[in-house]
C-alpha cells in the first residue's frame, strides 16, 4: 500500500490555489467518509491561515464514481 497524507495534500493543493488570487474555493468529497473527513480538515486549515471564510454552500457531496467525476 502506498499512500499520501490526506490532510497536508488538501493544505497544500487548497494553499497553492489560495496563492495563485483565488478566493472561492469549493471541496467535492465522495462516499469514503474517512478520507473526506481528512482532506476537509486540510482544506478548513489552509482557509483558516489565509484568512478566507469557510462557507458552507461550498461543500459538495457526490457518490464515487467516474459519472460524478466527470
Same mark, same amino acid.
Given at each position: 500500500?502506498? /499512500?499520501?497524507?490526506? $490532510?497536508? &495534500? %488538501?493544505?497544500?493543493? $487548497?494553499?497553492?490555489? #489560495?496563492?495563485? =488570487?483565488?478566493?472561492? #474555493? /469549493?471541496?467535492?468529497? +465522495?462516499?469514503?467518509? &474517512?478520507? =473526506?473527513?481528512?482532506? @476537509?480538515? /486540510?482544506?478548513?486549515? %489552509?482557509?483558516?491561515?489565509? +484568512?478566507?471564510? #469557510? @462557507?458552507?454552500?461550498?461543500? $459538495?457531496?457526490?457518490?464515487?464514481? $467516474?459519472?460524478? =467525476?466527470?
Amino acid at each position: 500500500f502506498v /499512500g499520501i497524507d490526506e $490532510v497536508e &495534500a %488538501a493544505y497544500d493543493a $487548497v494553499s497553492h490555489l #489560495i496563492l495563485k =488570487g483565488h478566493r472561492s #474555493i /469549493g471541496l467535492i468529497h +465522495g462516499e469514503c467518509y &474517512a478520507l =473526506g473527513t481528512l482532506r @476537509r480538515e /486540510g482544506y478548513c486549515r %489552509a482557509l483558516k491561515e489565509h +484568512g478566507i471564510p #469557510i @462557507r458552507e454552500e461550498f461543500f $459538495v457531496h457526490r457518490p464515487s464514481s $467516474v459519472e460524478y =467525476g466527470y
